[in-house]
DNA sequence: TTCACAATCCCCCAAATGAGGTATGGCAAG
DNA sequence: CTTGCCATACCTCATTTGGGGGATTGTGAA
């Protein structure tokens, strides 16, 4: 397939608007024929024109890149989506890419390298920058922080999560249920919680299962 | 920086250890003085030492090579993992990144883009294989499952999520306990659940909050 | 050897919860 | 215009829960 691949461009400063419009209008294989200064126009056109490669500024005047893409993704899930902000905080780039970004660029990427990105988004991968990268890597890395939970505390908040009740843990365990009540408000005493559901919330987001 | 990047390599076919051996500890600002045949043997030596990057493949004879990274990684936070393998199956990746690989390749990938990603690894990077890459980023995506609670009973249920009892919600939304009462049978009903933890797993798990 | 803590078991009691109802008004789809 | 859903409000009752104790055993660290 070595078709043309049809990029579209939504960056309110002119300046940069231009410079990367003529840059990939000039190369071959790939055109520009639709460039947008605000979130607004591009959810409005987007979806009745046939684009391959977006590529999203995030700061834009009224509505952001990101709600941009939450509204246009959906409408086009086989176009795709790159970033090209200044922005690299943690919440700007994974929040682009829960929005559905697929790629995601610091606009001083030279232009071979913007090219190549967007050729590869289109192919089917994610162009990061290498930061980017590795963030993202990152996020999946276990916090591993030590639970101030013992063993059998941790299995009794185990099975609370999973909403059995005092006597049902007792059974599965083959426990008092006094047993039971006692490990639990031990727990909640660690946890700084006083209700399961309190208790169910912190054991999921510390990741003590 | 222009010092050489010390690699080790943890793979149990004879034949791609020593090739790959003799492609990087062949080319100048690489050298490989370490490699080993399975995960034991390089729990035991790695920690002591001096090595920057270590490829490392799963199937491994006894224990994987995920299970290795688990156990060496905390021990060396600054050397850097890359899973170098033929799995590319989402819980092989996933797995892998939680345990602290920094890159996942594909077995496949040819000399100089293997000898290019270990020092994008180094210089704090994540190389992936493009369809690797695109993997972790989809599992950004939320599935914006339709929820079957009204807008009402989510607000009520992001409270319960806090661990607030029926008195504080309603103080809260300002509405008698009673009504906040039947908000949550009804959410119970519609999530199938028939207690608080058991809600609280589900809306978390589900992201309905 | 204390001392702390994990793990087990027990008691009481007030408050919160879950399950079963009933009822109203509004609004939207059919 | 009826049917269904949402949001609101109330009632009763059995069960569960959380908070307050107290107690024993074993283990491991100070």
Same mark, same amino acid.
């Given at each position: 397939?070595?078709?043309? /691949?049809?990029?579209?461009?939504? *960056? +309110? @400063?002119?300046?940069?608007?231009?410079? %990367?419009?003529?840059?990939?209008? $000039?190369?071959?294989?790939?055109?520009?024929?639709?460039?947008?200064?605000?979130?607004?126009?591009?959810?409005?056109?987007?979806?009745?024109?046939?684009?391959?490669?977006?590529?999203?500024?995030?700061?834009?005047?009224?509505?952001?890149?990101?709600?941009?893409?939450?509204?246009?993704?959906?409408?086009?899930?086989?176009?795709?989506? /790159?970033?090209?902000?200044?922005? *690299? +905080? @943690?919440?700007?780039?994974?929040?682009? %890419?829960?929005?559905?970004?697929? $790629?995601?660029?610091?606009?001083?990427?030279?232009?071979?390298?913007?090219?190549?990105?967007?050729?590869?988004?289109?192919?089917?991968?994610?162009?990061?920058?290498?930061?980017?990268?590795?963030?993202?890597?990152?996020?999946?890395?276990?916090?591993?922080?030590?639970?101030?939970?013992?063993?059998?505390?941790?299995?009794?908040?185990?099975?609370?999560?999973?909403?059995?009740?005092?006597?049902?843990?007792?059974?599965?365990?083959?426990?008092?249920?006094?047993?039971?009540?006692?490990?639990?408000?031990?727990?909640?005493?660690?946890?700084?919680?006083?209700?399961?559901?309190?208790?169910?919330?912190?054991?999921?987001?510390?990741?003590?299962?």
């Amino acid at each position: 397939m070595e078709e043309t /691949i049809q990029v579209a461009i939504v *960056e +309110d @400063d002119r300046e940069i608007r231009q410079t %990367l419009a003529l840059i990939i209008d $000039g190369t071959p294989g790939y055109q520009c024929e639709h460039t947008f200064l605000d979130a607004e126009s591009a959810i409005d056109a987007l979806p009745s024109l046939a684009v391959d490669v977006v590529l999203m500024d995030i700061e834009l005047p009224r509505m952001n890149g990101i709600e941009a893409i939450k509204k246009i993704k959906p409408q086009l899930p086989d176009t795709d989506f /790159i970033m090209l902000t200044v922005k *690299e +905080d @943690d919440a700007s780039v994974f929040d682009s %890419l829960c929005a559905g970004a697929s $790629g995601y660029l610091m606009k001083y990427t030279p232009p071979s390298k913007l090219l190549q990105s967007i050729d590869e988004v289109h192919k089917g991968g994610a162009p990061m920058s290498t930061n980017i990268a590795r963030k993202v890597i990152h996020s999946f890395r276990q916090p591993i922080l030590a639970s101030p939970l013992s063993p059998r505390e941790t299995e009794i908040l185990q099975l609370l999560c999973d909403g059995l009740n005092y006597r049902s843990i007792a059974e599965k365990i083959f426990l008092s249920s006094h047993t039971i009540r006692t490990h639990i408000k031990n727990i909640y005493k660690k946890l700084h919680v006083n209700s399961r559901a309190a208790a169910v919330k912190k054991a999921i987001e510390d990741k003590l299962l």
